[in-house]
C-alpha cells in the first residue's frame, strides 16, 4: 500500500466498486444463478410448459424470496425458513413442494459445476403433500357419457381418450399421417402443446409415449366420418382453410385448443348428469377398465404409454369399492363358506 504525502501508510479497507471486482459477488447472488440455470440448462433441455412451470416458480416465489442470497452462503436454515413462511403465507404445502424441487434442482446444476458443495435444499423438510386420491368413472358412467357425446363433433377424440386412454395433448396431435386405414393402427407420436403461445405439434415425451395401437372397428368408423366432415368443412372455409394435417381441428382447419376439449367435455358431464372428474381422469379410467378386465399391467404399460411399469402398476393397485367387496367376499367364503361371498 503506498504510503500518502506526510510518508504515512492508508490502513483502511478499501471497498470495492460494484461495477469491478464486486460484480462477482452479484454473479453469486442466488437471482443470477437461477437466471443462468433457466436460460441454459433448462430451456435448451426440457419442454416449453416444464420450462414454464420453473420460470414462474423463479420468478413469483424464489427469486423475491432468496435471490439476495450469495450462493454459496445459502444455508439450510435460511431455505427451511423460507419454505415454513410460504406455508404460512396460505401456500399449499405441494406448491411447496415445488418450490423446493426447482431450487434443488438449480443447486444440484451448482454442484455440478463446482459452485457449491452441498445441496441445502434437499436438506430442508417439509409435511408430505396430500395424496390425490383419484375416483375414475365406473363401465355405466362410461357407457353413459359416450351415448351423451355421441352427436357431438369431438365424439371421437372422447372415444380415443376413454377407450384407449391417449393424453389430451395425444389426441388433438394425431395427425392424418398417423392413422393407417389400411393396416388398422393408430400411430401415436406427437402432442399438441402450446409454445411461446402458439400451438404447436411435438413429439410425444418419452420413448414409452411412442407406440402403435390396434384401431379397433368403432373408432375406424368414427375416423371415416370424421374425415368426411373435414373435407365439406375445407371446402366451406375455402381460401380461409389452413392445411395442419391434424386430425381434430376448427372449422378453418387449425388446432383445437386444449382448454376448449376439456370446456365440451365438463359440458357433455353436466348434461348427462353424470359425477364430475377431471378430463385426465379419463386415462385412469381406461387403466381401471384394463384392470378389471384382467389385462395385464405389461400390455397397460404399452397401451397407456407409461415411461415405467410403477406408474401402471400404482394405478393397477388403486381398487374400487366393488374390488374391496369382491376381495373381501373372497376371503369371508374361505373362511366361512360360499355363503358369506
Not at 128 to 133: G, V
Not at 134 to 162: G, H, I, M, Q, S
Not at 222 to 248: K, S, Y
Amino acid at each position: 500500500m503506498p504510503p500518502d504525502r506526510h510518508g504515512r501508510r492508508d490502513r483502511r479497507p478499501r471497498r470495492t466498486p460494484v461495477g469491478r471486482a464486486g460484480a462477482g459477488g452479484l454473479r453469486r447472488r442466488l437471482r443470477r444463478r437461477l437466471d443462468y440455470w433457466l436460460e441454459h440448462v433448462v430451456r435448451p433441455a426440457k419442454r416449453w410448459n416444464t420450462y414454464k412451470k420453473y420460470e414462474q416458480t423463479v420468478r413469483l416465489y424464489l427469486k423475491p424470496g432468496l435471490g439476495s442470497q450469495r450462493l454459496e452462503r445459502l444455508r439450510v436454515a435460511k431455505v427451511q425458513s423460507f419454505l415454513n413462511a410460504q406455508i404460512s403465507a396460505g401456500h399449499s404445502v405441494a406448491k411447496v413442494h415445488i418450490m423446493r424441487m426447482v431450487l434443488g434442482a438449480a443447486l444440484t446444476r451448482a454442484m455440478r459445476e463446482e459452485l457449491i458443495t452441498v445441496n441445502v435444499a434437499r436438506l430442508t423438510t417439509l409435511p408430505a403433500p396430500p395424496a390425490k386420491k383419484v375416483k375414475p368413472w365406473t363401465a355405466d358412467e362410461a357407457r353413459a357419457f359416450l351415448a351423451a357425446a355421441r352427436n357431438e363433433p369431438l365424439y371421437p377424440a372422447f372415444v380415443l381418450l376413454l377407450v384407449y386412454g391417449l393424453r389430451r395433448g395425444e389426441v388433438l396431435g394425431l395427425g392424418w399421417d398417423d392413422v393407417d386405414l389400411d393396416q388398422d393402427v393408430i400411430g401415436v407420436r406427437w402432442q399438441l402443446q402450446r409454445v411461446d403461445g402458439a400451438l404447436i405439434r411435438t413429439e410425444v415425451k418419452t420413448e414409452a409415449g411412442k407406440r402403435d395401437l390396434p384401431m379397433l372397428p368403432i373408432i375406424r368408423d368414427a375416423f371415416v366420418e370424421l374425415a368426411e366432415r373435414q373435407m365439406f368443412a375445407r371446402r366451406r372455409a375455402g381460401a380461409d382453410w389452413q392445411e395442419t394435417g391434424l386430425v381434430f381441428t376448427t372449422k378453418t382447419g387449425r388446432p383445437i385448443e386444449p382448454r376448449n376439449l376439456a370446456r365440451a367435455f365438463e359440458r357433455v358431464t353436466a348434461k348427462a348428469g353424470l359425477r364430475r372428474i377431471r378430463l385426465h381422469d379419463l386415462r385412469h379410467t381406461t387403466a381401471s377398465l384394463l384392470k378389471r378386465l384382467g389385462v395385464p399391467p405389461s400390455d397397460a404399460k404399452e397401451i397407456l404409454g407409461h415411461a415405467r411399469i410403477s406408474v401402471t402398476l400404482e394405478i393397477y393397485t388403486h381398487g374400487d369399492n366393488a374390488s374391496h367387496r369382491e376381495g373381501l367376499g373372497r376371503v369371508a367364503g374361505e373362511l366361512f363358506g360360499d355363503s358369506e361371498r
